[in-house]
């Protein structure tokens, strides 16, 4: 049964390839004009991997620091672990660790939102743009639901410092 799975992965993957490229004939006439979500949406479940090596290339390693009400906190961000696109939106799960000077560190995984917008450069490459990234979930060891939220309220206003966005301009 295994066998039968990732013997039709392959071909799975090349239908999705085919039907992300075939969408561009709903892509705008002029060339500068973003792809429609229903595209896009497409594109990032076909190019999938490519999406997460390099949104783990450009998180792993971020470090922020003086977090928490006394600023004692530093939040360090591993790599990702997963990506997902829904439309014109990436969804990244990202392992953190937050390391306290008071406490023992709690581990767990940040979820980062980041809205996309794909244009064309010609017939099979495009040009990813990334923008506004907001955190919409902090799951952390040895930390409270409070917590978490006060965590994810500071992220947030933290803004492109947590991911640099502008680091993930991509051609796929």
């Known amino acids: 049964m295994v066998h039968r799975f990732f013997s039709l992965r392959a071909p799975f993957l090349a239908f999705l390839a085919f039907a992300a490229l075939s969408m561009l004939a709903l892509a705008p006439a002029n060339a500068q004009e973003p792809l429609p979500c229903e595209s896009v949406g497409l594109l990032g479940t076909a190019f999938h991997d490519d999406l997460l090596e390099r949104v783990d290339a450009v998180a792993a390693g971020i470090r922020l620091d003086d977090l928490g009400p006394a600023g004692n906190k530093t939040l360090v961000i591993h790599g990702a672990e997963d990506v997902s696109v829904s439309g014109c939106e990436l969804t990244a799960r990202l392992g953190a660790t937050l390391h306290r000077r008071l406490r023992r560190d709690a581990h767990g995984t940040v979820t980062v939102r980041i809205t996309l917008k794909v244009l064309p450069l010609d017939g099979s490459s495009f040009d990813v743009h990334l923008s506004n990234p907001r955190v919409i979930d902090v799951d952390l060891s040895r930390t409270t639901a409070i917590g978490e939220a006060i ?22």
């Open 151 to 172: 965590y994810r309220a500071i992220a947030n206003r933290l803004g492109e410092r947590l991911l640099p966005v502008d680091r993930l301009t991509i051609s796929l």
